[in-house]
């Protein structure tokens, strides 16, 4: 069985490890075009898909960090909805979660 500590242990490492790959993303989108026109062209479709997933990154940062904050108010596993207590199979599968499985599938 999964402790509460060890729940906080891996979103703390995810979330470190998402603030790498963000700083990562924005020191390549800052790095100046080429000269040349086609790879300006490529580069672009590449900032697009490097933008996307900083977006992506940036709203599991949001979620880790709220998942973290629930666990310092002792409401971590508790259904932000509903207020029933999240199955550890859901929250194994996506730790920070606010939601259990029947709230999250609009139930």
Same mark, same amino acid.
Request: glycine fraction near 8%; charged fraction near 35%; proline fraction near 3%.
């Given at each position: 069985?999964?402790?509460?500590? =060890?729940?906080? /242990? ?11 790959? $963000?700083? @990562? &993303? ?25 933008? =996307?997933?900083? /977006? ?11 998942? $973290?904050? @629930? &666990? ?28 259990? /499985? ?6």
């Amino acid at each position: 069985m999964t402790t509460i500590d =060890d729940r906080k /242990a891996g979103l703390e490492a995810r979330l470190t490890e998402l603030q790498g790959r $963000l700083v @990562r &993303i924005e020191d390549e989108l800052e790095q100046p075009a080429s000269d040349n026109f086609s790879e300006q062209a490529t580069e672009r479709e590449d900032d697009q898909v490097l933008e =996307d997933l900083g /977006a992506s990154g940036a709203q599991e940062i949001r979620m880790i960090e709220a998942a $973290l904050d @629930r &666990i310092r108010r002792g409401t971590y596993g508790i259904c932000a909805n509903c207020g029933e207590v999240i199955e550890a199979k859901r929250l194994d599968t996506v730790p920070a979660t606010p939601l259990c /499985a029947d709230c999250a599938a609009g139930r």
